[in-house]
């Protein structure tokens, strides 16, 4: 059963990154096209019924007019009904960042349909949060990678050669697990050139969350390599003279492999809220690009938090991306014995 | 925000003056008999207005807590708040009508050459401890102001064409103030300079101490004032407690000695949003500086409390680049973008690109104004009437930039880049507080208006202090937006950001020599009007200062909030100033009516 459930959160999380990466195509508009006529446009509701009652297979909208002197009161205009479309022609966009396209899932020809209502610029909030994930899941994932790569390495070498570097290593590992890293992150950020380009602004917040974290999984992997390399079918490796180099690679750098995963399916959440923090707080991804935790900065404003809800939608877009990896990383330290049978029934030492 | 001027102007005074003498006087003493009454040779101040009721105690919150109660020392606004409610001044703009009125003095005469004052004191006053106070006050006040070793903040105000102001006693009711060069100003000169009680400064002004006197915690007992409040107490980091001064020299139409409020509380709320939350739960009676967002809450939600939008105030909103001389620190990448920074025909291209109606409907959700020069409409005295106001327009910006040799890159996709004489592509950065959401959200309006003309601007938010660093240290910046508000209309409050020599010359402050030809011509207007008198002449020099900033767009001059503010219902005598303190200004004739004071807690 353990593998079955693997296999379901893993389909989970591959559908809703899938939605994240194609944004554009899900997105009906650009994250930074501003409407300066309609900020803080309440989310738009799609009618199947008309004013009569009758049913409309094809979903329609009214479209909303601002109320007469009023900054952001609106109401709809029932007169007019406009459908909604999909597969339709709109901005352009590059799928998967290659691909140029213009296809969207859904829009309409007359007036812009907001779904999730607008922001503080009338940009479709919608498009934002889709655009945002981007963002965050990619900074997340990277800042995991990079954080696995650098926590590997250490906990090996510290594992394998043992003696002063083990100590050593260790001792600074012990440092970094003491030290409270959300204001490591912030003295790191603060550090760094303020004035960067969004590219490079998200770079750093990969690298500064990747530099952060690598001590955990790094004495994981050592206590697993300590314990391998201990093992009958090493040390007879090594009797016949196999190479330190090859040891690792053969031996004892699979053994490591389901830590690693179950690490990564822990860690890539916790670095998504990494980044959120950094955005949240103005050290991230600056303005015009969004990402979940710039799109929830306009909290911070009493008079946002009272009175537009639908700015607090970015939070709930991440709670499926977080059962999905926690719900993966609980499936994944159910399997390790079954990891290990088959890996020593396909590996057989002659 | 940068203040222009630290040192000005903390005083109050009621919207218009009466004078009669002690027999009109004594006609209206018997309307109250349970108040007390002004003896018959004290020269009372008689404010017109509705007539209130005595009694209760007016809570109001502060944004950070006053670092001192001394009038020489005081330079940071929470300070100049609370002096504002306990101390007078001889002369006193009046915060609504703008114009000057009588305070401890009762007339004044200027002499034709514009070089001598002569001021006659009103007679009988008394200090709060109930001390009198005559002339020899004024003389002992001038003195501290004056002395060199003290770094008043008022110094250099009463230092007229580089000389100090003299001061010369003619009788205990009378005095003479002697100028070396005539002030443009006139008798707004004395506003905000606080009456001093020599009987208790005296002595510790000779050990050299005045300058470390009355702090906030401060007994009672060694202070005294002409305001209408005096000092009650003071608990560290809660509140700043004043009661009424019964020897306050104003009374209302019916001879009813002012302030009527009983107490006055100064609670320390130091975040704008937790001001907000107190108001709606009724903990504070009155709420200043509201942004628009804020103001827009309270009305939709907030029962039983009055609403104001009193017009458009001082503060002007503003781009700017960094035109700054930077010599041996300036990088190549520096030296090319300055290369646009400094043609004119860049700036005003940036000018027409930006929407300011845009600005004044998302940032300040159409409770503003669109500015082009630097003198809001709030200034009713000195706005220039004849700055045009051009519409938006980006054909006008492409064509001024066509003429600037700046071309564009025809992109496959997107919006085509703009590009210099050399071929490199217009990028830069706008810097902006990160504790200011209004001036962020502008600097994100004017990142998408110029990505229309092909400029790629980035945006970076950065805390105060850096910002203020960045700005008049070590000019590490591009461009910024920020926002002044002066204390006075005058345009002498202003006088350090105009002068090239000024510190808050922002695009290139404490200049030795004026960079531009405009600016030695701006330098000399403004040097000019100093010493004019007669707010015709001035007020023609000072347009013309005007029209050169808008034509020269040193600053690309942005929008100007309104002055949001909301009152209890129950409190009466509202009436809001576009001048600091927008609300307190006339806090002697403030009362709750039936009876509806706070709740003590």
């Known amino acids: 059963m353990p593998l079955r459930s693997f296999t379901k959160w893993l389909v989970v999380l591959l559908v809703l990154h899938g939605v994240i990466a194609a944004a554009g195509f899900f997105a009906p508009y650009s994250p930074i096209e501003q409407d300066r006529d309609r900020p803080y446009l309440p989310p738009m509701r799609l009618h199947f019924f008309d004013t009569q009652g009758h049913f409309h297979f094809r979903p329609f909208f009214h479209p909303l007019r601002l109320r007469e002197s009023a900054f952001d009161q609106y109401e709809e205009s029932t007169s007019t009904a406009i459908p909604l479309h999909f597969f339709v022609r709109g901005a352009s966009y590059h799928l998967l960042g290659i691909l140029p396209m213009r296809f969207h899932l859904f829009g309409a020809s007359d007036a812009r349909i907001c779904l999730l209502g607008t922001d503080a610029f009338g940009r479709d909030q919608l498009s934002r949060i889709l655009y945002g994930g981007q963002v965050s899941l990619l900074a997340g994932l990277l800042g995991a990678g990079v954080t696995l790569f650098l ?36 003295a790191l950020r603060a550090f760094l050139p303020l004035s960067v380009s969004p590219l490079e602004a998200f770079l750093l917040v990969v690298v500064v969350i990747g530099l952060v974290g690598w001590a955990r999984p790094a004495r994981l992997v050592r206590g697993v390599v300590l314990s391998v ?97 926690l719900g993966l990383a609980s499936s994944l330290q159910e399997r390790p014995a079954a990891y290990k049978i088959v890996e020593k029934k396909s590996w057989n030492p002659s | ?18 004078f009669v003498c002690a027999s009109i006087f004594s006609l209206h003493s018997n309307a109250s008999p349970h108040r007390q009454q002004g003896q018959s040779n004290e020269e009372l101040a008689v404010l017109p207005g509705e007539i209130g009721r005595s009694g209760g105690r007016l809570v109001v919150a502060l944004r950070d807590e006053p670092k001192t109660l001394n009038p020489l020392t005081a330079a940071d606004s929470p300070s100049r708040e609370v002096i504002a409610a306990m101390q007078s001044d001889l002369i006193h703009i009046n915060r609504a009508t703008q114009l ?62 580089g000389k100090p102001i003299t001061v010369r006693k003619i009788d205990a009711q009378t005095l003479v103030f002697q100028l070396a060069k005539p002030d443009g100003v006139e008798e707004r000169l004395f506003d905000g300079i606080a009456i001093l009680p020599r009987h208790l400064l005296e002595k510790p002004y000779e050990e050299g101490k005045l300058g470390q006197l009355w702090a906030p915690s401060t007994p ?104 700054n001389d930077l010599g041996d620190k300036s990088s190549p990448e520096m030296a090319r973008k300055q290369k646009w920074f400094r043609d004119v025909k860049f700036r005003q291209a940036v000018s027409a690109a930006i929407d300011r109606q845009a600005i004044v409907r998302l940032v300040y959700q159409g409770r503003g104004t669109a500015l082009w020069a630097p003198v809001t409409p709030g200034d009713r005295r000195w706005v220039d009437a004849s700055i045009p106001h051009p519409p938006r327009s980006l054909e006008r910006a492409r064509a001024l930039l066509k003429e600037a040799n700046f071309s564009w890159s025809s992109s496959s996709n997107g919006d085509p880049t703009l590009l210099d004489s050399d071929g490199k592509p217009v990028e830069f950065s706008v810097l902006s507080s990160s504790s200011n959401a209004d001036r962020t959200k502008m600097a994100t309006l004017i990142q998408d208006d110029l990505k229309q003309l092909g400029m790629h601007v980035q945006i970076v938010p950065i805390e105060f202090r850096s910002l203020v660093d960045r700005l008049t240290q070590t000019m590490q910046y591009d461009a910024c937006v920020q926002g002044l508000a002066s204390f006075d209309t005058d345009p002498n409050s202003d006088l350090n950001v105009w002068l090239s020599s000024g510190g808050i010359h922002l695009w290139n402050p404490s200049q030795a020599h004026p960079a ?45 909030p309104d002055i949001l503010v909301g009152a209890k219902s129950t409190l009466a005598n509202i009436h809001p100033a576009v001048l600091e303190p927008y609300l307190l200004w006339n806090v002697e004739q403030l009362y709750f009516r039936n009876g509806a004071e706070a709740p003590s807690r």
């Open chain 1, 151 to 186: 926590g590997a390495l250490i906990g090996i070498v510290a594992g394998y050669y043992a003696g002063w570097r083990d100590e050593l290593l260790m001792r600074v590992a012990e440092l970094f697990l003491a030290l409270p890293w959300l204001y490591l992150l912030f």
């Open chain 1, 229 to 325: 390399k201990e093992r009958d079918f090493v040390r007879a490796a090594r009797g016949f003279g196999a190479s330190h180099l090859y040891l690792l690679r053969r031996h004892i750098l699979p053994e490591t492999a389901s830590v690693l995963l179950t690490q990564a399916a822990i860690l890539v959440p916790q670095f998504i809220l990494a980044e959120m923090t950094l955005s949240f707080l103005g050290l991230g991804i600056p303005e015009p690009i969004s990402s979940w935790g710039n799109l929830l900065a306009s909290l911070q404003n009493y008079s946002v938090l009272v009175s537009y809800w639908w700015m607090y939608l970015p939070a709930l877009a991440i709670i499926p991306f977080f059962l999905g990896y």
């Open chain 2, 1 to 18: 925000m940068i203040k222009t001027r630290p040192s000005s102007r903390p005083f109050l005074f009621p919207a218009c003056l009466i």
């Open chain 2, 100 to 161: 000057t009125e009588p305070g401890l003095a009762k007339s004044w005469k200027i002499s034709p050459d514009g070089l001598r004052y002569t001021l006659t004191l009103r007679k009988g006053l008394r200090f709060s401890d109930g001390h009198p106070l005559d002339a020899d006050d004024v003389l002992f006040t001038f003195r501290v102001n004056l002395d060199e070793k003290l770094h008043a903040a008022q110094r250099d105000l009463l230092t007229v064409g």
């Open chain 2, 220 to 323: 009672p007992k060694e202070w005294a004032g002409l305001g209408p409040f005096r000092l009650k107490g003071y608990v560290p980091g809660q509140k700043l407690v004043l009661e009424r001064n019964p020897y306050y020299w104003k009374t209302d139409a019916r001879g009813n000695r002012l302030p009527y409020l009983n107490e006055l509380d100064f609670l320390f709320v130091p975040s704008a949003d937790a001001q907000v939350l107190r108001f709606q739960s009724g903990e504070t009676d009155l709420i200043t500086r509201l942004s628009a967002e804020n103001f827009s809450v309270l009305l939709r939600q907030q029962r039983g409390s009055t609403m104001v939008d009193a017009g458009p105030g001082l503060e002007f909103n503003f781009l700017f680049f960094n035109l």
């Open chain 2, 516 to 560: 531009t030809p405009w600016e030695a011509e701006i330098d000399r207007l403004m040097e000019k009007q100093l010493s004019t008198p007669g707010y015709q002449q001035r007020k023609k020099l000072y347009d013309r200062v005007q029209e050169i900033l808008a034509e020269n767009q040193p600053m690309i001059f942005l929008a100007s």
